[in-house]
């Protein structure tokens, strides 16, 4: 079964720093682009990031361009999303996402929550 | 980048009564390689979302038959043949032609009237 599940979300202070981890299974990650999607309160979906299967092309939403750094560990089956100077807008829900010719399969999401 | 103009954003239905949802591009989302990059999605209430279809008309694993996608250029449209009450949640449509950045429709809530 493949199964995508995000950890490192919480509190953190504006102009604050987090990191998040997605650890997949059940497939072969190193096959295969992936995202970050986040989802703030009440509202809808906004691309993030996105990372090649080799991790050697990356981009990013214009949002999060210079503060935010997308990476993957393929020996480890992880995906990262490292996040700085962060924002009262960057309180969201994050996903982690399968590409597979488009966004494919979602994890849980992880929440991070930045206020003072 | 491309705009997804999604209507209604509102969407109460009786169960077993059909249901639409228009996604309109701002420019057109055939890709130089034949390809049309349009995707729905659906997100029931406290869940994550799921992919539902892909290029438009092409159902993602376990979806029901009553879900089918149609369009081309700039208009799309996601149909629900009968309406389940699994369906109540909010629908997404998404382009991955020109990218980046990745764009959605700002959602579409269906409910049970």
């Known amino acids: 079964e493949v199964q995508l599940v995000e950890s490192g979300g919480g509190l953190v202070q504006p102009g604050g720093s987090l990191r998040l981890s997605c650890a997949a299974s059940g497939f072969t990650f190193r096959s295969y682009p992936m995202h970050w999607v986040r989802q703030g309160p009440g509202k809808g979906l906004a691309w993030v990031s996105r990372i090649s299967d080799d991790g050697g092309s990356a981009t990013y939403a214009d949002s999060v361009k210079g503060r935010f750094t997308i990476s993957r560990d393929n020996a480890k089956n992880t995906l990262y999303l490292e996040m700085n100077s962060l924002r009262g807008e960057d309180t969201a829900v994050y996903y982690c996402?399968?590409?597979?010719?488009?966004?494919?399969?979602w994890g849980q999401g992880t929440l991070v929550t930045v206020s003072s | 980048d491309v705009v997804l103009t999604q209507s209604p954003l509102s969407l109460p239905v009786t169960l077993g009564q059909p249901a639409s949802i228009s996604c309109r591009s701002s420019q057109s989302l055939a890709h130089s390689n034949g390809n049309t990059y349009l995707n729905w999605f659906q997100q029931r209430p406290g869940q994550s979302p799921r992919r539902l279809i892909y290029?438009?008309?092409n159902r993602d694993s376990g979806v029901p038959d009553r879900f089918s996608g149609s369009g081309s250029g700039t208009d799309f449209t996601l149909k629900i043949s009968r309406v389940e009450a699994e369906d109540v949640g909010v629908y997404y449509c998404?382009?991955?032609?020109?990218?980046?950045?990745?764009?959605f429709g700002q959602g579409t809530k269906l409910e049970i009237k």
């Open positions: 998404m382009q991955s032609t020109h990218w980046p950045p990745y764009t």
């Open positions: 290029k438009v008309s």
């Open positions: 996402v399968r590409d597979n010719g488009s966004p494919e399969i």
